[in-house]
């Protein structure tokens, strides 16, 4: 585990750097441009926080590997190896940061053999460092997290995403998946907009469980670590065991909520991210 602490360390400095030109363009007018919908948005801020933070890693650690977002947008596959490999979101939770809705994250995660060994959620309008290093626990400003207690689904705040899609069939489904948790009944149900820091709520106990299908591995790489390390339970959305490619999750505060949350939602088919063609090669288009 020690091993990679000079890394954690060396991202969460550039967490916090990146982070300056994320706030220098948050109240300014920003061009929007299109990735795979209308609600999938990019902007000029996005693809240049993402070539900072992969220049600076590399610049430190020659021989690692890179996962990102706006690379992966702009051509590149989404291959993991055995390597040591960054997975960056540059932004989390664009969407927000174009309408400056106060909620936007930048996620860095960190695999050897294929397994996360760090992560970093750093929620910049909140001043909110999210860390893990696995078997080291979770902490958020330095402090300690540890989920909830709740094993009561009824019990339960729970956090989900709209996501970006727009069809028929995954509107639907996501939508009836919300009414069926709403039916149980639960306490309630959120959205912040962005997938890191909804699991780093759960992290935090101020909400008991999460699920989301459709998000991808740069998303949600950083904050499963985040959530397993604070002591809560992360698997697929089918109750099998989570894999970050398939763009399914549910992290819970207890196995016993997530098992019940996995009983009542169904996903819509969803590419997984190392197989996905339309993840690459889109073709950006103006927003406005
Ligand atoms: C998105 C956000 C959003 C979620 C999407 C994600 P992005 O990431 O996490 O909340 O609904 O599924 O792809 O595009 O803002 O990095
Ligand atoms: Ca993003």
């Not at 890179?66 to 960054?86: C, M, N, Q, R, Y």
């Not at 460092?129 to 080291?136: D, L, N, V, W």
Request: include cysteine; proline fraction near 4%; hydrophobic fraction near 40%.
């Amino acid at each position: 585990m020690a091993q990679w602490t000079e890394c954690l360390q060396f991202g969460i400095r550039l967490a916090r750097e990146a982070s300056q030109v994320v706030l220098e363009a948050f109240h300014q007018q920003k061009d929007v441009m299109l990735k795979s919908s209308p609600a999938d948005l990019v902007t000029e801020t996005d693809q240049a926080v993402e070539k900072l933070i992969i220049s600076s890693i590399r610049d430190t650690y020659p021989e690692h590997r890179f996962i990102g977002e706006e690379s992966v947008a702009a051509g590149e596959p989404v291959v993991l190896t055995d390597s040591p490999t960054w997975i960056i979101d540059p932004i989390d939770g664009t969407v927000n940061f174009v309408h400056r809705f106060p909620f936007v994250a930048i996620s860095i995660a960190f695999a050897v053999n294929k397994q996360v060994e760090f992560g970093i959620v750093y929620s910049c309008v909140e001043d909110k460092m999210y860390s893990a290093q696995r078997g080291g626990g979770a902490f958020l400003n330095g402090v300690p997290l540890q989920v909830s207690a709740q094993k009561d689904i009824h019990q339960c705040v729970v956090v989900t995403e709209i996501g970006a899609e727009r069809d028929d069939l995954s509107l639907s489904t996501m939508t009836s998946n919300i009414y069926r948790l709403l039916k149980l009944p639960v306490h309630g149900v959120r959205a912040v907009g962005t997938a890191a820091v909804d699991m780093c709520l759960i992290a935090t106990g101020g909400a008991d469980v999460y699920y989301h299908i459709g998000m991808h591995c740069w998303d949600i790489a950083a904050s499963t670590l985040i959530v397993s390390e604070a002591g809560g339970v992360v698997m697929d959305t089918d109750g099998s065991q989570f894999d970050m490619m398939s763009r399914k999750v549910i992290a819970a505060s207890s196995a016993a909520v997530a098992n019940r949350v996995s009983q009542v939602v169904q996903a819509f088919p969803c590419p997984r991210d190392d197989e996905d063609p339309s993840n690459h090669n889109i073709p950006l288009q103006n927003g406005h």
